[in-house]
């Protein structure tokens, strides 16, 4: 009988040794899914914020050629001629009024 007594113990504490580490394992995994997938969502919101930025830096590029493209005194003027109707003072303006 005393053998009995003292296996019984001693398997209920081999058992709550192996529960305490799977506790302590079980957790370490919990965790380390926790931060993988926030590591994930991270990711995916940083590739689509940098698509982003490269399409906002390819609007602002073609802004910017826009800026010098219309800084260019020739072609203000050639867009006041045709698209307003301008002239200078010594220039007289004919309009083909024929309606096709």
Do not use: C
């Not at 399409?55 to 073609?62: L, R, S």
């Amino acid at each position: 009988m005393k053998k009995n007594k003292k296996t019984k113990p001693s398997r209920f504490k081999n058992f709550l040794f192996v529960m305490f580490w799977l506790l302590i394992l079980g957790s370490f995994t919990v965790l380390i899914v926790e931060q993988a997938n926030g590591y994930n969502r991270l990711h995916s919101d940083m590739t689509r914020i940098r698509q982003q930025i490269d399409a906002e830096e390819a609007i602002a590029n073609d802004l910017n050629n826009q800026i010098h493209f219309f800084d260019n005194d020739a072609h203000i003027e050639r867009l006041a001629r045709e698209r307003l109707g301008m002239v200078r003072p010594d220039e007289l303006l004919f309009r083909n009024t024929a309606v096709d």
